[in-house]
């Protein structure tokens, strides 16, 4: 076959796994959005947005359609936006997975506040409701790690009030969610 049929086929075995792996994400992507906010795209900017993602990376518009067609489907599967963040030794990061409604901006705003006042233990809340995520500096982890049974890290936070600095969210942001009831609760108050 020769080096010039090599190199060629490994040119599109490369561009063909990109492929793969760009529209498998953009096709859950795209299901997450049809959930959220329904499918017509004038209507939905997530959608809207993904979709002219889906048309940069060359998606063909039938698998666009099927993703869509899939996530309105009664049995389709329910896949949950989830975001993980990662920090270096100098402080710890409390992210809870019942938080549906915390966006990555508010996560984003505490992260930023933290980076300004690493000597402070940085939270979200919402006018005198604290909430999570938090940020600690490193100075907190023994009192974190002493800490037994359920309770978090708000018992650290009450020990050193004059330590803390919240960060301003909205107030659905800090919807704690424990049960699918009451997940579905939520969902119908939106």
């Given at each position: 076959?020769?080096?010039?049929?090599?190199?060629?086929?490994?040119?599109?075995?490369?561009?063909?796994?990109?492929?793969?792996?760009?529209?498998?994400?953009?096709?859950?992507?795209?299901?997450?959005?049809?959930?959220?906010?329904?499918?017509?795209?004038?209507?939905?900017?997530?959608?809207?947005?993904?979709?002219?993602?889906?048309?940069?990376?060359?998606?063909?518009?039938?698998?666009?359609?099927?993703a869509i067609?899939?996530?309105?489907?009664?049995?389709?599967?329910?896949?949950?936006?989830?975001?993980?963040?990662?920090y270096g030794?100098?402080?710890?990061?409390?992210?809870?997975?019942?938080?549906?409604?915390?966006?990555?901006?508010?996560?984003?705003?505490?992260?930023?506040?933290?980076?300004?006042?690493?000597?402070?233990?940085?939270?979200?809340?919402?006018?005198?409701?604290?909430?999570?995520?938090?940020?600690?500096?490193?100075?907190?982890?023994?009192?974190?790690?002493?800490?037994?049974?359920?309770?978090?890290?708000?018992?650290?936070?009450?020990?050193?009030?004059?330590?803390?600095?919240?960060?301003?969210?909205?107030?659905?942001?800090?919807?704690?969610?424990?049960?699918?009831?009451?997940?579905?609760?939520?969902?119908?108050?939106?």
């Open positions: 076959m020769g080096r010039a049929f090599e190199y060629r086929k490994a040119r599109k075995l490369k561009r063909w796994g990109h492929m793969a792996r760009v529209f498998t994400k953009i096709g859950k992507e795209i299901e997450i959005a049809v959930k959220a906010g329904g499918p017509d795209p004038s209507g939905n900017t997530r959608l809207r947005i993904l979709m002219q993602n889906a048309k940069a990376e060359n998606m063909p518009k039938e698998n666009v359609e099927r067609k899939r996530a309105t489907e009664k049995d389709a599967a329910d896949y949950k936006e989830v975001i993980y963040e990662g030794s100098h402080g710890i990061a409390f992210l809870v997975a019942d938080q549906p409604l915390l966006s990555a901006s508010a996560v984003r705003a505490v992260v930023r506040q933290w980076r300004e006042h690493p000597s402070c233990i940085v939270g979200a809340a919402c006018g005198t409701r604290r909430g999570n995520p938090n940020m600690f500096p490193r100075e907190f982890f023994p009192a974190l790690c002493a800490l037994e049974g359920d309770r978090g890290g708000s018992a650290v936070i009450r020990q050193y009030p004059e330590r803390y600095l919240a960060v301003d969210v909205p107030p659905e942001a800090l919807a704690d969610v424990d049960t699918p009831e009451a997940l579905r609760a939520l969902r119908e108050e939106k």
